[in-house]
């Protein structure tokens, strides 16, 4: 069935009976705002997904880009620090659009959302010419805020995962690559992983002076962390974590894609030199690889890589910017 033959209420009303009750909600969907009990302190982040450029649909299922949706967001959260409480979610949807395919798309932001104990409160729907998908996502943090402005000269820096898989899924489903290395940097780049339990730990422990999610490329957002914390950064380019599927479609030394390509939402942050025993503890008890990347130095000495010799790269590549792009 198409979304014009069901008509928006109708769906609403079969999308209100799929959500489960939630004793923090007051008033959930079905009213003109949400009404909630919000304890202890409140994070708010939001995030949007257009068809064309972020997605293709013949890249993805519609569950697949459910989970995606919630987790770009939920990634944010946990830059932060926080825990997802509360979603809202607002679609442009072609009028053409399946229903089934429109009940997948949400069976799979449920599914994400209800793994990390959110609750989908509202949001709103309408026609649009391509699929928009526009998602808030409230969280709460119990060790206080983590911001990207606390950085420190003499600080190390260090990056969760792997670097660059996800741009390099991208350009492997542009080129219609399915070889096995192909496939497992599009899985990256299709369903990436929210590093949850490590941001919780480095929160309890106040292990991290700063923190930033990776979504636009390691060096933009380790500009902006830059910018906030008025330091520089020194970073070892061997040291920068790659998969052994990127090894093995761009070897081991071309590190662009690593460097500057977009996606990953891995966890990028500062600690003292002082924690470096407690960081590796943590990456041993979470299974989640920690590497150590580089340091922070002045201000005044800028954002730099060196390479192997200790020879400054030049850059070619520093990251996404959606205003651009040629």
């Known amino acids: 069935m198409k979304l014009r033959e069901l008509g ?49 649909r013949e890249w993805t299922s519609s569950v697949t880009l459910g989970e995606k949706a919630f987790a770009i967001n939920a990634s944010d959260i946990a830059a932060m620090g926080g825990e997802p409480t509360f979603a809202l979610l607002s679609l442009g949807v072609p009028q053409e659009t399946e229903v089934e395919d429109l009940e997948a798309f949400f069976d799979g932001f ?48 260090y990056v969760t995962g792997t670097l660059g898989d996800a741009a390099l899924g991208l350009r492997m489903s542009q080129e219609g690559r399915t070889d096995a290395f192909a496939e497992h940097v599009k899985a990256r780049f299709l369903c990436p992983t929210v590093r949850f339990s490590v941001s919780q730990e480095l929160a309890m422990h106040r292990l991290v002076h700063a923190m930033i999610d990776v979504s636009d490329g390691l060096l933009q957002d380790l ?30 030394n071309l590190w662009d894609t690593a460097l500057g390509g ?15 025993e407690a960081i590796a503890h943590l990456a041993q008890t979470s299974g989640c690889m920690i590497t150590r990347i580089g340091r922070i130095v ?29």
């Open 110 to 157: 449920l599914r994400a959302a209800r793994e990390y104990g959110t609750a989908l409160i509202g949001g709103n729907m309408s026609a649009a010419p391509c699929l928009m998908i526009s998602v808030t996502l409230l969280g709460q943090t119990r060790h206080g805020v983590i911001t990207r402005s606390g950085a420190k000269v003499g600080d190390e820096v």
């Open 262 to 276: 977009g996606e990953d939402y891995e966890l990028l942050f500062c600690a003292a030199a002082e924690s470096r």
């Open 298 to 326: 002045p201000q005044s000495d800028g954002l730099s890589v060196r390479g192997p010799d200790g020879v400054p790269l030049r850059l070619t590549h520093s990251g996404f910017d959606h205003f651009r792009q040629g």
């Open 8 to 56: 928006e209420f109708p769906f609403l009303r079969r999308l209100q009976e799929r959500l489960p009750s939630d004793s923090r909600v007051l008033l959930g969907v079905g009213d003109d705002c949400a009404a909630l009990t919000l304890p202890g302190m409140t994070v708010i982040t939001t995030d949007a997904m257009i068809e064309g450029v972020h997605f293709r």
């Open 223 to 252: 500009g902006h962390l830059c910018a906030a914390s008025q330091v520089g950064v020194l970073i070892d380019a061997p040291a920068l974590p790659l998969s052994t599927a990127y090894r093995a479609l761009l070897g081991e």
